[in-house]
């Protein structure tokens, strides 16, 4: 099964209904990993995993009618040979009958390949402004099947607050996609620590299968998931913030763990990185109700009450704080 197969199978045409299409899509972060694929072209995940949207932190995407293909990056063009543009032509090619060139203007507020899960809302909002080009009025479960051939997290983008991605089990993935979840919590903050926004030595996606490949404790992980999934549903349920926290913390250790026994071994964490942890382990033995988690790069994300917002402001100064239900 490849992508175009999909595309075919939920895409009803590729006539633009109008000369330019836009969208908005909020950039997420996951609470429990997705990390490892079952099926690369399609981006099938070995697992479920389950997010927090950021509201207005994410990407808004404007996709044009144009003579040859253009791509620009917060007002910047995008040279067309870099990985970055390789990776948006090809995603594009999926969706475009022969002749047509697009023009893409991106400006995302977060910051790009920096571990802020800014190609989830990229893919997200440039499918959500494809929809709106071509006026095929999909409803947001095949959106994010769309999205998840760009990037496997952009499948959890279609929605603000929680959302669960359904691993699936079918080959061709119609039923791995994102389920937004019921629960609001007005009262959780994410605060994202940034300890360095270069661009990371190794992707999410090379890193990731390099992890199935060869990492001993991969096969832990599917356990591990198994495990928190359910804890962490009735944490938001109940709205049990330290259980919540506490999961969080542990499934990206755990990934990092599954990460750092690869080989040869990939560590984002940075000794930056590290010192943020002891902090944050540290505030907590005194009490403080402050978690964090991690992706793909040596960021952190704290979790945090509103109640608790000028306590953890005084001690990360620089932290960017969100309040994910502001919507
Ligand atoms: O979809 P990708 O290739 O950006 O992978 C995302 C991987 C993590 O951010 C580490 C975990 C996740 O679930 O977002």
Not at 189 to 216: W, Y
Not at 227 to 233: S, V
Not at 294 to 319: C, S, W, Y
């Amino acid at each position: 099964v490849s992508k175009y197969d999909i595309v075919k199978l939920i895409v009803p045409n590729f006539k633009p209904a109008k000369d330019v299409g836009t969208a908005f899509a909020p950039t997420n972060i996951a609470l429990i990993k997705y990390w490892g694929k079952r099926n690369q072209e399609l981006n099938l995940p070995m697992t479920s995993s389950l997010s927090i949207s950021l509201a207005d932190h994410g990407a808004h995407t404007a996709v044009s009618l144009s003579d040859a293909d253009t791509i620009q990056l917060n007002g910047d063009v995008v040279d067309a040979s870099s990985a970055f543009a390789k990776r948006l032509i090809q995603f594009l090619n999926l969706f475009r009958g022969p002749g047509v060139c697009f023009n893409i203007a991106i400006q995302s507020n977060v910051p790009i390949a920096a571990g802020l899960a800014s190609s989830a809302c990229g893919f997200a909002s440039i499918v959500k402004a494809l929809n709106d080009l071509y006026q095929w009025d999909l409803n947001a479960k095949s959106l994010s099947i769309l999205a998840r051939l760009g990037s496997g997290s952009a499948c959890r983008s279609l929605w603000d607050g929680f959302v669960l991605w359904h691993a699936g089990v079918l080959d061709n993935g119609m039923d791995s996609y994102g389920e937004v979840l019921e629960e609001q919590w007005p009262d959780l903050r994410v605060g994202l620590l940034l300890i360095d926004t270069q661009e990371k030595s190794i992707g999410s996606r090379a890193a990731m299968q390099r992890t199935v490949d060869t990492s001993i404790l991969y096969r832990a992980w599917p356990q591990k998931v198994s495990h928190d999934m359910p804890l962490l549903r009735q944490a938001i349920s109940c709205k049990n913030f330290q259980i919540m926290g506490e999961i969080a913390e542990s499934n990206a250790l755990a990934m990092h763990a599954t990460m750092l026994s690869a080989s040869p071994s990939i560590c984002y964490t940075t000794p930056e990185t590290l010192m943020a942890m002891q902090k944050i382990w540290r505030l907590r033995a005194q009490g403080l109700s402050v978690y964090y988690t991690q992706d793909a790069g040596p960021n952190l994300k704290l979790l945090f009450l509103q109640k608790d917002h000028d306590t953890v402001i005084a001690e990360f100064n620089d932290a960017v704080i969100i309040n994910p239900f502001s919507g």
